[in-house]
């Protein structure tokens, strides 16, 4: 690897973690994926085929991965991105990569408390601009410090690991023996089951599980691909919902008339669209354990506060120090929030009798619930099932498929979001609250979470790997193998089908997941040195 391309995977690490060049929550779910961060590893490296089913494979392991409410469990960016590196210098197999990645996974995670912790600091520049009354400076303690101080967390650790640790990597590979790269790629094999297992945690339940076994016994039995297997449940989903009225709730959401129709009274159209724009990209810009999201949500709303307040030195600092308190929510359902503030804003600038109590109310009062709402349907259901959909080509090496996949979440994430935005701004909380009251999203996530157990079916079939190596000699002619005579003749994938709902059973007990990790890597060691499996 040569030092510019050991740079240049640095930078990826820390665009990643940044909110450039697809916003907040859309570098999370598209440059933060090894699936798409395994691609521009391999087009840093000259082989984009090998980092596209690299990256593909690693994010398996992820695939039910959730940050909510601050927490970072594991870093699946840096292990997506040094996994491939490694794979791609070392030539090791995507499943010997996993074993390399989760442990990095696991360690830069210390990049995300010390971001967090860090970002405090710059709590207090933007206090210093509020007592100001100089919005346009905000800017500076959302992004430009905090994206400063990140660059440097993430760049120099990353590339002195990409240039210096996977040339190490390398030569220590090379004087391993074949026997310890076998058991490296059974341990790889088996830990996909961990990440479908945390996806479960969120959909297999009431009638769901019916999908899941139904979408391994039609990959097991059928053989069918992931793309063909989720067209398919997707139209048994669409049928079953259809049939049973569940969908006539989307007449409620046809019913909220007017919402392109917004008039402005002292905002702009563009004013609004510039708040939205900043909220979706910057949201968590400065990050951090003491505000969370209260700096980010300051900046949000410096263009609505220029627009009213230009004129009212006194009135434009008593709306930044509203603003700048702790906030926390999900980007795209947080920006109903926006909306709403905004109009609230707009109504105290021509009457003058909204006071700080009402904006704090409805912002606490909202956040919890657009949280839960938002991360259940976006991390929980549809990030995971858009990439299930699709790492099954990627993992094939189609270097288009994650390519299709970011385009694809960015235009339904931030439809979505801008969709939210116009309705509140019109509509307000009662419209926002009816929505959530109604069963929307609800019977969204239900419908989801159908077709997501029948892809996660279709997922252990096709990519968690455990079979037995145990051998009988009956004659001697014939052998008698517990594999193929036994579990296979049972059922096709029958002991990755154990293994993942194993996996399932120990998180849902409440074990931590690095603690069954470290159990499925002591039974791929000493099963793999025992020549069991």
Known sequence: MTVLQAILIAILYYLANSPWPFGGLGNYAILYRPMVSGLVVGIILGDPVTGTIVGSTINLMYIGFISAGGSMPADMSLAGILGTAVAITSGIDAEAAVAFAVPLGLLGALVWVGRLTLDSFFVRVADKYVEEGK???????????????????????????????????????????????????TVGGMLPAVGIGMMLLAIYKGRARIFFFLGFFASAYLGLGILPLALIFFCVTLLMMISEGDLDVAKRVESQEGVEAVTYKYLTKKDLRKSWWNWMYYFQSCYNYERMQGVGFLHAMTYVIKRLYHDDPEQRKAAMRRHVQFFNTENATGSAVIGLV????????????????????????????????????????????????????????????????????????????????????????????????????????????????????????????????????????????????????????????????????????????????????????????????
């Open 135 to 185: 919005p346009e400076k905000v800017w500076i303690a959302n992004i430009l410090l905090p994206q400063i101080l990140l660059f440097f967390m993430t760049t120099i650790p990353c590339f002195l690991a990409a240039y210096y640790g996977t040339a190490y990597v390398k030569g220590f590979i090379d004087s391993l023996s074949g026997k310890f790269l076998g058991i490296l790629s």
């Open 342 to 533: 905004a109009a609230m804003e707009e109504q105290n600038k021509e009457s003058g009798n909204i006071g700080d109590e009402a904006f704090t109310s409805i912002k606490t009062g909202l956040m919890g619930p657009l949280a839960g709402v938002g991360d259940t349907l976006w991390q929980g259901v549809m990030i995971p099932l858009l990439i299930s959909i699709f790492v099954g080509l990627s993992k094939d090496g189609n270097v288009a498929m994650p390519i299709v996949y970011s385009i694809l979440f960015y235009i339904l994430y931030y439809g979505f979001g801008y969709w939210l935005l116009k309705l509140s701004y019109k509509k307000g909380s009662e419209a926002i609250l009816e929505m959530m009251e109604s069963g929307i999203f609800k019977k969204v996530v239900v419908g989801a979470g159908y077709l997501g157990c029948a892809v996660m079916g279709g997922l252990v079939s096709n990519f968690v790997n455990l079979s037995c190596k145990v051998e009988f000699q009956q004659t001697a002619e014939t052998v008698f193998s517990l594999q193929r005579d036994f579990f296979d003749a049972l059922l096709p994938g029958l002991l990755a089908l154990l293994l993942t709902l194993g996996c399932y059973k120990l998180l849902k007990k409440g074990w931590a997941t690095y603690w069954v990790l470290l159990l499925l890597v002591a039974i791929g060691v000493i099963g793999g040195l025992a020549g069991v499996i």
